[in-house]
């Protein structure tokens, strides 16, 4: 919306009456906005959700054939030892009774508890879309008027030094959510669309094979992308897994390319998207996302980082001025020194 809001303002330039002006340019960013968002989120289920009941119905097919060329394989790898054997069918049987009772029993009363709770589950879903819909229209309609609102709740309690203070701090944590969540979505939909693109290539240059649908991989690559430090690492094994069922070879070629795509990313576009809005050590990024990924689940794991960031940010702040009190200020300069902070690539 702010960056519509500019545009607007640049067409309706020459209107003498700036209320006006700024009046039509808000109200039209935010309905262009909305409208560009829902078209984008249309497109994107149109594109998905095909690719993804294709490829569980491709899978649902070929698991059968790909667990007996398992079996095969196994029974051909261990008939040297017969007590690897014995034991390996012995799990094989095991899995086989699970599966065939949870088919019986567990699927068909998961199915059963959808089918009753699917309708109320729709209707709440619309009526919270709608209801949401209606929410960001205002909030972005009356942004700028609650901001100047709170600006003046802050000066009306605190002194000017203070509210100095605290606008700044407000700024801070502005720039450091701002920054670093529209920056990992933004890198998450580059990299997906990458991850995409070499899978289209590798089909190109192994035609007629049985492939993985690349959509639903590059979904799956971009989504645990979001989530900082290991969420790669759950998007490669979760990949590669699907990918190995349908076709080992190409399981090959996405492992090493995704490999290189993700030193491409963690090295030139995230920091060039991101840049370091952060400004905490990897320790403290792993600890983050555990800690508030425990409390909050996803929604932790990427939020918690430039959360604690801002908590890391104001204890460091406190610390330093402790240290001015008690007139120790050669520690910090020292240890900004030992432990320069890293160039902020963007913002």
Request: hydrophobic residues 50%.
């Amino acid at each position: 919306c702010n960056k519509l809001e500019v545009l607007f303002d640049k067409l309706f330039s020459k209107m003498k009456n700036e209320q006006t002006k700024e009046k039509i340019s808000r109200t039209l960013s935010v309905f262009a906005g909305m409208i560009i968002a829902v078209i984008a989120i249309y497109l994107v289920l149109m594109i998905v959700i095909p690719q993804l009941i294709d490829s569980v119905v491709r899978l649902v097919q070929i698991l059968p054939s790909s667990a007996d060329k398992l079996i095969g394989w196994l029974n051909h790898s261990l008939s040297s030892n017969e007590q690897l054997l014995q034991y390996s069918q012995q799990v094989i049987d095991k899995a086989y009774t699970m599966l065939e009772d949870w088919l019986s029993n567990g699927l068909l009363d998961s199915v059963e508890k959808v089918a009753t709770g699917i309708s109320s589950s729709v209707i709440n879903l619309l009526l919270n879309i709608f209801i949401g819909f209606i929410v960001a229209v205002y909030l972005l309609l009356s942004r700028k008027k609650f901001a100047r609102q709170a600006e003046l709740i802050v000066y009306s309690i605190l002194k000017k030094e203070k509210a100095d203070t605290v606008m700044e701090e407000a700024r801070y944590c502005d720039r450091v959510f701002g920054g670093f969540i529209n920056g990992k979505i933004l890198d998450a939909v580059v990299v997906s669309l990458i991850c995409y693109a070499g899978m289209m290539i590798f089909r190109w240059i192994n035609p007629g094979k049985v492939m993985m649908s690349e959509t639903l991989v590059a979904v799956i690559v971009g989504i645990f992308n979001v989530i900082p430090f290991f969420g790669w690492y759950i998007g490669l094994f979760l990949s590669a897994l699907l990918i190995l069922m349908v076709n080992p070879m190409q399981c090959i070629f996405f492992v090493i390319f995704d490999f290189i795509l993700q030193q491409i990313d963690g090295n030139i576009l995230g920091p060039k998207i991101i840049g370091d809005t952060t400004g905490i050590s990897s320790i403290w990024v792993l600890f983050s996302i555990f800690l508030f990924g425990d409390i909050w689940g996803f929604a932790g794991m990427l939020l918690g980082v430039p959360m604690f960031a801002i908590m890391y940010h104001w204890i460091k702040k406190l610390v330093f001025k402790g240290l001015d009190k008690n007139e120790q200020t050669q520690m910090s300069v020292d240890y900004e020194n030992d432990f320069p902070k890293k160039k902020k690539t963007h913002q």
